[in-house]
């Protein structure tokens, strides 16, 4: 199987099947555990399995996600996996139809409202999980003086790092690894 692609959204049908937030969770489910069954997903999501089963439809007519047949031990088992790793837009390509650019906006927030919520999660961990960490965890937050182009150029580079970080090989030492979700925001503003 090839290795996934980077998606450009460029259509805003594509983003309102996004713009929902357990939809928005299962892609990041299957990112981090793979290809799963119907079954998988309602465990890891705590959902009913005839609620996933309706959005991975959703999903799977806007083209994010595909089902994986080859994966499947009998003719009843039903896999499915992400179509690309990863999804990417800006909002300023839906600027020339106010419906698109409103669902665009809407996709943007729902994805700032979860990072947002598994940053809140882990600060409300017991306090046995943030002892196991250590000091693995981190904020940081710079201001800077940037043209445009030097905050795309910035942009390019960090998700080139993560990249790196993502698709490297796991080590096989026996140490177990946990998910761990990063995110950062670049973006113009005033202190």
Excluded at 30 to 59: C, D, I, M, W
Excluded at 105 to 129: K, Y
Aim: charged share 30%.
């Amino acid at each position: 199987m090839e290795k996934p692609t980077v998606r450009h959204v460029t259509d805003s049908r594509v983003l309102a099947a996004l713009a929902h937030p357990l939809r928005r969770r299962l892609m990041d489910v299957f990112k981090v555990y793979g290809p799963s069954t119907v079954g998988q997903l309602a465990e890891r999501t705590g959902q009913a399995p005839a609620n996933v089963s309706h959005h991975l439809k959703v999903l799977a007519a806007a083209d994010l996600v595909l089902e994986a047949p080859e994966l499947a031990r009998d003719r009843r088992e039903r896999w499915w996996r992400l179509r690309d790793r990863a999804v990417r837009w800006s909002n300023t390509e839906f600027d020339a139809d106010p419906a698109a650019r409103a669902v665009a906006d809407a996709a943007s927030s729902l994805n700032l409202d979860r990072h947002v919520a598994l940053v809140r999660a882990w600060h409300a961990a017991p306090d046995e999980a943030h002892a196991a960490w250590a000091d693995g965890p981190f904020s940081t937050d710079k201001w800077l003086r940037l043209t445009p182009s030097e905050l795309a150029r910035l942009s390019r580079e960090i998700t080139e790092l993560l990249d790196r970080w993502a698709d490297r090989p796991v080590p096989d030492d026996g140490q177990r690894r946990e998910p761990v979700f990063l995110f950062a925001h670049g973006v113009p503003g005033q202190p």
